[in-house]
């Protein structure tokens, strides 16, 4: 099944069953006659690539339609059962692991599984080896898995498979290193658009042809769908929002550079911010705990605003302004339809997004933002997992 259609796609049938496919998964399912109008494709040609990828897994019979009056049509759709898509949101400290069938329907879902990921090839395998340790539990065949998808944060371009963030040394694609250890394809992808894309697909973006999404975690990332696709800039790295030269406040961002939109709006000045306002004096929830010199964590600090704390507030507003400044900038260059916040700060909601949306009444061209809907994310830390699920699917069938 795998090398008639995967493998051999190339040439005009190729492009034909290409087109079949996408309409299939973008639109669900059609008669051959939908499909011919559809695709503009003579129905002969639509019945003999249909037949083809019936006998290929690919695709099956449905049924006939509901239609009244005359001969009811046969519908096709997606073959559930043709293969499974595993999908990995890797951080710094645990991993979001999620799986779905051929037709997209996710399976599972484990989230918070501890890992630690370091650039060194122990890591890596030890990465590989927790991907098909979860396939078992999730009682799938691993000759049944087409392909992985891998998130990382940081600089990855998805057409080479290198990480420029994380790599172990060796002078080839991270993808092959991977590849190697689980013996299928294997797509690696930046966080914030795999995390895009499962908007996009499964979760709150209703298939919105433009929209932004925010991915603000530790640093701050950005997707984007433009005219309905993932938009990855002539060297795939577009999306770099966290390290705009925005700001005018002497930090050194992680890049090395000096005012990266990331130094003011992201979790790790969350966290600095709230730190310099305890050393200031001021009151937390957090002081004894501070004052000891023990550890004060981005999760204490959300757990302290969960408590109503007020420092924990003042911090997440002083970010949400300045974030909300630059999605008006955003929003005046691309005028989207959408603009949802997620990552890891998003469960702030409230405390987060009445400073945004105040920032961009007052930056943004009322003309340009008045369509713009902002909002939050409707997958959660769901989003990553299940966009490299998706991600992982579509790179395999080359219909992005």
């Known amino acids: 099944m795998r090398n008639s259609f995967l493998n051999g796609n190339t040439g005009k049938s190729g492009a034909i069953k290409q087109q079949i496919m996408r309409l299939c998964i973008n639109d669900g399912d059609f008669s ?4 011919s109008k559809e695709t503009g494709i003579s129905i002969p040609t639509v019945t003999k690539m249909v037949t083809d990828l019936i006998d290929e897994g690919f695709l099956e019979e449905l049924g006939k339609s509901g239609t009244t009056g005359g001969r009811r049509p046969s519908i ?4 559930p059962g043709a293969g499974y898509f595993i999908g990995a949101d890797v951080t710094r400290h645990h991993v979001n692991i999620a799986a779905c069938n051929f037709k997209g329907n996710i399976l599972e879902y484990v989230d918070n599984i501890p890992f630690e990921l370091e650039s060194t090839g122990q890591s890596m395998a030890e990465l590989c080896e927790l991907l098909k340790k979860h396939a078992k539990t999730f009682d799938i065949d691993e000759n049944k898995v087409l392909a992985y998808g891998i998130n990382l944060t940081g600089r990855v371009n998805h057409e080479t498979g290198y990480s420029f963030s994380y790599f ?12 190697e250890m689980l013996g299928t394809p294997v797509f690696v992808e930046n966080d914030s658009r795999a995390m895009t894309y499962g908007e996009y697909i499964c979760g709150g973006a209703n298939k919105e042809q433009n929209f932004l999404f925010i991915n603000l975690s530790w640093g701050l990332g950005m997707g984007m769908i433009l005219d309905g696709k993932l938009s990855y ?3 795939g790295f577009s999306g770099e929002i966290g390290h705009f030269p925005l700001l005018d406040n002497g930090i050194i961002c ?16 969350v966290h600095r911010i709230f730190l310099e306002k305890l050393k200031e004096g001021k009151v937390s929830v957090l002081s004894d705990k501070f004052a000891s010199g023990e550890e004060i964590t981005l ?16 911090s997440i507003e002083d970010i949400g302004s300045t974030l909300g400044r630059a999605i008006a900038g955003l929003i005046n260059i691309f005028n989207p339809e959408l603009v949802i916040i997620g990552g890891r700060l998003s469960v702030a909601e409230e405390y987060l997004m009445l400073p945004i949306k105040s920032a961009i009444n007052k930056h943004s061209l009322n003309i340009v933002s008045r369509d713009t809907i902002v909002k939050f994310s409707r997958l959660g830390k769901k989003a990553g997992a299940l966009g490299a699920c998706m991600l992982s699917r579509s790179h395999l069938l080359n219909l992005l």
């Open 76 to 79: 096709y759709g997606l073959n």
């Open 233 to 235: 800039g002539k060297s």
């Open 299 to 314: 999760d204490d600090i959300l757990d302290a605003l969960a408590e109503e704390d007020v420092l924990a507030i003042e």
């Open 168 to 179: 172990i040394g060796e002078d080839k694609p991270l993808t092959s290193t991977f590849e």
């Open 254 to 269: 992680r890049c090395g550079k000096v005012g990266c939109l990331e130094t003011g709006a992201s979790g790790s000045a």
């Open 32 to 35: 051959i006659a939908e499909m």
